[in-house]
């Protein structure tokens, strides 16, 4: 091992150690913190952002990177250092300024955006939003050129390296065509069936007792993490020590409990990731794999009717205090968790609506970051799309439209697709485990989850950056990335 | 304002940034952290102790500091770069080779001390105190040579700034003639007093309830500071966000109650400093004068007839549903909050015995750091001081005589004196007080507690260290610290 490499090893430990104390905070920010203390947190934290990127980007650090890439020889180094140089990369590439620009812009633009959301203001919004575009562009333009791509294949390497448009028109092309027409079938399909929606009230301990005891059974480490509560339900902390949020409606378990899940796929990947944690090589894959990993638990595991029969008697024996009303009964249970309706909002679609407003969202900001429209065009695009992509009319109500994210805001295009992308890998994994263990629905039901979680283990959540997206697939199930599996899911599990 | 005092300013800034996260991690360690996370807690907040100390101890602060000594004119600044100055002294007086044998060894030996305490272990103990001991005496040697004073004195200013044996002697050596007589009269006097004792079940909600109460009561701002639970209470955070930990019995109320009362009393001072936080200036001004806060609103107000008259109805409002049990009533309140048990411990101990406990460890780590006395004659002379002192046999007991700090094992010599000095602090402060205000009680009984904390937030909190200590005192309360208003308090209640 080189001294270069050791002086590489030891600057990303020293990072990672001081990122250790932005993740605690950022999760107490959101999860225990007064709100009087609010703009000394957002000033500590922005002096640890300012620090961590001198650190990355100091000259010594690309003297290093050379020097280790000329010097090391194993393959294990050789591969941690390509993924040391990716962070470099990303951290170095725009000049000081343009970072200090953008920061300020969509600080404002945020900022603004949530009282100008309830309110409707496009105008107010689009002014903010063009500076933020207007530097996002500049951003994506450096970095193209420093990676020889186009402006918008550059920012999705920041979420998910080695995808570009390319892939993506390929993976949500084939989806987008066949999905109004699915949609409308299994809308059609559901017409008929009647959900009793359930009723009274569900008090927080209880509902928190609940989701523990799940979280166990998903085999969350406690010793390694803990569950709280925050605005919008996160899963943060450093791998060592997950940090788990969800929110509680008295009114209604369904969304909590599912919630909950869906972060605990989170979660583990976490907390599995390899040991040599301080190292970008064992760091998690991609955005994308993340969300896979959470899809994986909520949409392929949580709302299968296998899983669903094995956590009934718990919800029942958390939430009912011993009788079980008609709205627990399981097939009940089963309709409410893969109930179809199209809607305006992202964050509240079900699974076969979602990637419409993925796709959506990537058609916009991918022809924005590449110049062929402007913001102006946002209102009027994002209306054509919902009618054609979900046959709803969003004219004039921008709020629940083109305004209802936070993404844009704060500048962080090419980070939609993501979503989408998890969706596909939740899909395929479960498929190729399914393959291996043909009874694996049998095995779900009587409650042995741990072959499941040792092969995603395995094959997904101890590999970090080891290999590509594409390989690392491939490795696990054969194949590279590919939609089929995730639409022959939803095929089955909404027409079959 | 010279370039050059700015520049402290903005290194006084960015370390105050990263102090914050610091501050954090260390509370959520404390109160939220599973166990798992410990050792990459651990390093994260060594990581950043060195990063501080960097940060303060580089070249050019030295060269700052020198300019600004010379360039600043006004008084304000004069008094803040001084401030900065001791800062910078505390930090680059001892070489890095001893800050890092002096932590290797404190941190093995409080580790080890954990299980030797309770195994009564003295001889395996006292091997490893003899290093943090011996590495003490270094630093001790070396900054006392710095600051042309004695070892220990050299220590003390770690913790009392301006504060030196000679002055402790003065204070302590009257006490300790007059204590032990004092102690046996107020023994003698509650021996035929009947102390009902609390029964019964105080669910941790509802004594977490009343405590919010008081806290409300007792000013605690709630938009910069929360309440929770650690093994160990403590008042830690930022001044922006104050983080106030207590731990609860559901035997009994007594001692969560009060030790909320004290904390409250840090918590307020930190919510009350000037607003500047980030300049050394604007900091608390000792370790005495914060515990003289916590046991203002402790010792003189908290125990008080007049508070207990005021909190009673609240105490039985939350814990008793109603009904008053005969333990509840004021009378026996007020036996319970000011009985009088002489004991080994001095974390248990009553307002009377405690200072004993001081005085003892005072005199030993004295000896200790200067040198007349080595860790070998330590538990001789405990047992013989507090036969002396407190009149009790601790022969052999080690885990319940000198092993039962942690401050020794952690290489923390110097400290223990500011929380005699607190209770001196406290004594003095509220006699100026109630000169001031006459009907102090009275105000006190009817919840009118304003005017008492706006007269600490202008004489003593919002002061930060703009004066030295004996200044500060002075300008409160018309005289330097003395021991007299703590004698004719402990006097008043326990012979009055």
């Known amino acids: 091992m080189s001294s270069a490499y050791q002086n590489l090893v030891n600057r990303f430990q020293q990072m990672y150690h001081l990122q250790h104390l932005g993740a605690i905070a950022g999760w107490d920010q959101a999860a225990m913190m007064p709100a009087g203390g609010n703009q000394a947190r957002g000033a500590a934290l922005a002096e640890l952002n300012a620090l961590l990127h001198k650190l990355l980007t100091a000259p010594e650090v690309a003297s290093w990177l050379q020097e280790a890439q000329r010097q090391e020889t194993s393959e294990e180094t050789i591969r941690s250092v390509e993924e040391m140089a990716v962070e470099w990369l990303h951290a170095s590439a725009i000049p000081d300024d343009l970072v200090k620009a953008k920061t300020i812009a969509s600080t404002h633009c945020e900022h603004a955006w949530r009282s100008q959301r309830p309110e409707n203001d496009w105008e107010g919004f689009s002014k903010n939003l063009k500076e933020v575009?207007?530097?996002?562009?500049?951003?994506?333009?450096?970095?193209?050129?420093?990676?020889?791509?186009?402006?918008?294949?550059?920012?999705?390497?920041?979420?998910?390296?080695?995808?570009?448009?390319?892939?993506?028109?390929?993976?949500f092309g084939d989806l987008k065509t066949w999905l109004?027409?699915?949609?409308?079938?299994?809308?059609?399909?559901?017409?008929?069936?009647?959900?009793?929606?359930?009723?009274?009230?569900?008090?927080?301990?209880?509902?928190?007792?609940?989701?523990?005891?799940?979280?166990?059974?998903?085999?969350?480490?406690?010793?390694?993490?803990?569950?709280?509560?925050?605005?919008?339900?996160?899963?943060?902390?450093?791998?060592?020590?997950?940090?788990?949020?969800?929110?509680?409606?008295?009114?209604?378990?369904?969304?909590?409990?599912?919630?909950t899940v869906h972060e605990t796929g989170h979660a583990r990947y976490n907390q599995s990731l390899p040991t040599d944690r301080a190292l970008p090589v064992s760091s998690y894959r991609s955005m994308g794999i993340h969300e896979g990993q959470s899809l994986f638990f909520e949409m392929q595991l949580g709302r299968s009717p296998a899983f669903l029969s094995l956590i009934q008697p718990l919800i029942v024996k958390h939430l009912c205090d011993g009788k079980q009303p008609p709205y627990m009964a399981l097939d009940n249970l089963e309709k409410i968790y893969t109930q179809v309706r199209p809607g305006f909002i992202r964050v509240d679609a079900d699974e076969i609506t979602y990637p419409a407003h993925i796709i959506l969202r990537y058609e916009i900001e991918r022809d924005l970051i590449e110049g062929s429209i402007e913001v102006d065009d946002i209102p009027e695009l994002w209306q054509q799309k919902m009618k054609d992509y979900l046959g709803l009319d969003v004219a004039g109500d921008h709020k629940n439209g083109c305004m209802q994210d936070i993404h844009w805001p704060m500048g962080a295009f090419g980070y939609f697709p993501s979503y989408t992308l998890g969706a596909m890998v939740a899909a395929q994994l479960f498929a190729a485990q399914k393959k291996a263990m043909p009874d694996i629905e049998k095995q779900i039901q009587n409650g042995?989850?741990?072959?499941?979680?040792?092969?995603?283990?395995?094959?997904?959540?101890?590999?970090?950056?080891?290999?590509?997206?594409?390989?690392?697939?491939?490795?696990?199930?054969?194949?590279?990335?590919?939609?089929?599996?995730?639409?022959?899911?939803?095929?089955e599990r909404y027409l079959g």
């Open 133 to 171: 575009v207007n530097l996002s562009r500049q951003e994506a333009g450096v970095r193209a050129e420093k990676s020889n791509t186009s402006p918008y294949n550059a920012l999705l390497e920041l979420y998910e390296p080695g995808v570009n448009t390319q892939e993506l028109d390929l993976l």
């Open 180 to 259: 109004p027409g699915f949609i409308q079938e299994a809308q059609d399909r559901q017409d008929s069936v009647t959900i009793i929606e359930p009723e009274g009230t569900f008090p927080t301990e209880k509902q928190k007792a609940l989701g523990l005891k799940v979280m166990k059974l998903l085999g969350f480490d406690f010793n390694h993490g803990r569950l709280d509560v925050s605005t919008h339900p996160f899963c943060g902390g450093v791998s060592e020590d997950v940090r788990m949020t969800t929110r509680y409606s008295e009114d209604n378990f369904v969304e909590a409990l599912m919630g």
């Open 448 to 491: 042995s989850l741990m072959p499941i979680f040792d092969w995603l283990k395995t094959n997904i959540w101890s590999q970090g950056r080891k290999y590509s997206t594409a390989e690392l697939m491939t490795r696990a199930t054969g194949e590279p990335l590919t939609a089929s599996y995730f639409k022959n899911h939803l095929k």
